[in-house]
Structure formats: C-alpha cells, structure tokens
C-alpha cells in the first residue's frame, strides 16, 4: 500500500508450483480410504527475500459403485 492517496489500490497474484501426492487403500466391498497431500512453494524478493510454503492434507473414507 502507499502512503499517499494518488495512487489507486494496488493487488498481486501469484501462482506457486507445488506437487501433489496420495494413497488408496481398498478395503472391503467397495470401500477404500484416499489420503493425499498437497506441498507448495512461493519465493519471494521484491523488497525482501522471503519464503512461503503451504501444505494441505486430506483423508476420505470413498465407495465405488460397480
């Protein structure tokens, strides 16, 4: 942000690579559970030499209808 009014607001998007990654484990009778993981990674120099990661995690219990 600036200081001064003369300027309109101002936004950065950025896109960060990452790597995804899971595990099925099948069960009994159609059902199977799904984990997966999801790691990201965001360098950042514009006016100081930061870093940002992020993780996600996610666990679901699926069926399979056949």
Known sequence: TFKDDAYALQTCTTIAP????GLKVRLFGGFS???????HYLH???DA???LVSADFQ????YEFR
């Open 18 to 21: 990452g790597a995804v990654a």
């Open 33 to 39: 559970v799904l984990g997966t993981a999801r790691v």
């Open 44 to 46: 950042y120099d514009v």
């Open 59 to 62: 666990l679901s219990f699926n």
């Open 49 to 51: 030499v930061r870093h």
